[in-house]
């Protein structure tokens, strides 16, 4: 029995299996905050083991490797749509993570 999604809209923190290229990390807290552009999301990111960030902006792209989706876990191929976190110097902690496109699409917006 796997973790039921919280309620549309509910302020409760749901965590996430966390992947990096090799599988399963830990867990993180994710939640998707708003996708002000049809090219954007911004995401609360909360990871135990390396960073938090209250409100991250993502950008969609082609994904330049195999991988895994961090809100789904689901397995990623080399030019699958994902989001991304945007770049910029210094580097964020989960910068080399990835989300499918389609789930951050049907995530529920948490305010």
């Not at 990390?25 to 552009?37: C, M, Q, S, Y």
């Not at 090219?39 to 902006?57: E, F, K, L, N």
């Not at 961090?70 to 990623?76: C, E, N, P, T, V």
Request: glycine share 10%.
């Amino acid at each position: 029995a796997g973790r039921q999604p919280a309620e549309r809209g509910a302020a409760r923190p749901r965590l996430r299996p966390l992947y990096d290229d090799e599988g399963p990390k830990g867990e993180a807290n994710i939640r998707v905050l708003d996708r002000p552009t049809s090219r954007t999301a911004i995401v609360t990111w909360g990871d135990p083991t390396s960073c938090h960030y209250g409100d991250q902006v993502w950008r969609v792209a082609r994904a330049a490797r195999d991988g895994f989706c961090a809100l789904s876990g689901q397995q990623i191929h080399r030019g699958d749509a994902v989001y991304r976190p945007s770049h910029y110097r210094p580097a964020p902690a989960n910068a080399g993570s990835m989300m499918l496109a389609q789930c951050v699409l049907v995530a529920p917006i948490d305010h």
